[in-house]
């Protein structure tokens, strides 16, 4: 099923304003994270995750702050988030500098989000449904697995 394809460029930003972004590109994913890590740091059952490229983010207001954490996986991550009113905006691992993790619940128009994939279904709550099309892993894919259901959501929106 072919996916609307967002006006560009994307625009978000924080709960309080503080912060304002844009996003010049297609994102290169979304997906959905039901790991443990996740469901804490947003409060939520899951996070709605969706990786730009580095050179399409723009801060148009504002500059978060990051908090430096090692993940579960031992990834060096720094969390971005508006100082003021605490909203996570996006994440950043150490060593790879080309893209950025969005949190897409941040976007202004959130009606065109389905997620390409689903992953730390283990821990997922048991009334969550996987969107049509989606793949489902029970943990962190393999990468060859993970681009290959990333690469199925980009070619929709052609
Ligand atoms: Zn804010
Ligand atoms: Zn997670």
Avoid at 57 to 81: D, E, M, N, R, Y
Wanted: aromatic content about 10%; hydrophobic content about 35%; some cysteine.
């Amino acid at each position: 099923m072919p996916l609307k394809r967002p006006a560009l460029p994307l625009t978000g930003g924080c709960s309080c304003g503080a912060i304002r972004y844009e996003v010049a590109g297609l994102p290169l994913a979304l997906y959905t994270c039901n790991c443990t890590e996740c469901q804490t740091a947003s409060g939520s059952a899951f996070a709605l995750n969706m990786p730009v490229a580095s050179k399409d983010l723009h801060f148009t207001k504002g500059q978060p702050k990051g908090w430096h954490k090692t993940s579960s996986s031992g990834a060096k991550v720094i969390a971005w988030f508006c100082g003021d009113c605490g909203a996570r905006l996006y994440g950043e691992r150490e060593g790879r500098p080309e893209s950025m993790t969005l949190r897409a619940g941040t976007l202004d128009d959130t009606s065109w989000l389905e997620p390409a994939a689903h992953l730390f279904m283990r821990s997922a709550q048991s009334w969550v449904q996987p969107a049509k099309g989606a793949q489902c892993f029970e943990e962190q894919p393999v990468p060859a697995e993970f681009r290959a259901a990333l690469a199925a959501w980009r070619s929709r929106f052609e």
